[in-house]
């Protein structure tokens, strides 16, 4: 079974620093997605960023980038230059090619001004 | 035009009536799933649907039934609801191949008292 895990439950950032959210997962196959999703109060599921398994450079999206390190199953996101509209919960996804998408459990992110 | 749009947004109701919640999109995709999010924020698949094949989490009650008459509709219908069943519940589409993320709908809360 596919799982993943985001340890930190909450994080806080000072507006116009930087954060890195941690997520790792549990996978014995080679071939896979992995995604971040921001939900804001809204309750609207937004795509931040996507990674391709297979691809060993990192994506990158405006202020949104990803560490992966596949041989640890690990795919942190990083943002910089935190803005005030970038609090919400994120979750990290992960995604079979039988096409079933896994969540984490969220990290709540705060924004302090 | 929204891609997946779920209705009603809001849904209350009494123990052990039935309800539906509604899903459809219009992005042509092969894959639609029904997840459930919890007070905590936990996203939990019920169930995908693919080109007619229905792949149900095994901890769904079967109190839960997905109907889907045409690829691009996925309706939730709920039995004898139960307090336990409140909940915010997230309808998504995605395509089967490719490096795609799940497209959401804006969620339904249902609250049941």
């Known amino acids: 079974a596919q799982t993943v895990t985001q340890s930190q439950p909450e994080m806080s950032v000072q507006e116009a620093e930087t954060v890195t959210l941690s997520c790792t997962y549990d996978?014995?196959?080679?071939?896979?997605?992995l995604f971040w999703y921001k939900q804001p109060p809204s309750r609207q599921m937004i795509l931040v960023i996507r990674?391709?398994?297979?691809?060993?450079q990192n994506a990158t999206e405006n202020r949104f980038s990803v560490n992966f390190q596949k041989a640890a199953k690990s795919f942190s996101l990083k943002i910089s230059d935190s803005q005030l509209g970038d609090a919400a919960m994120y979750f990290c996804?992960?995604?079979?090619?039988?096409?079933?998408?896994?969540f984490g459990t969220g990290t709540s992110l705060t924004v302090i001004p | 035009d929204t891609a997946v749009s779920q209705t009603p947004k809001y849904l209350v109701t009494q123990m052990g009536n039935d309800k539906s919640i509604k899903c459809e999109q219009n992005?042509?995709?092969?894959?639609m799933y029904w997840y459930k999010q919890d007070s905590k924020k936990f996203l939990k698949i019920m169930f995908s649907?693919?080109?007619?094949?229905?792949?149900i989490n095994e901890t769904v009650p079967n109190r839960f039934s997905p109907k889907s008459p045409d690829k691009a509709h996925l309706n939730l219908h709920i039995n004898s609801l139960e307090l336990g069943d409140s909940a915010v519940y997230f309808c998504?589409?995605?395509?089967?191949?490719?490096?795609?993320?799940?497209?959401f709908g804006q969620g339904t809360r249902l609250t049941v008292v």
């Open positions: 998504a589409s995605s395509r089967l191949t490719g490096n795609t993320e799940a497209f």
């Open positions: 996978t014995s196959e080679s071939d896979y997605y």
């Open positions: 990674q391709e398994a297979y691809k060993q």
């Open positions: 996804a992960y995604r079979r090619r039988s096409n079933q998408f896994y």
């Open positions: 992005l042509g995709h092969d894959t």
């Open positions: 649907y693919n080109n007619k094949e229905l792949i």
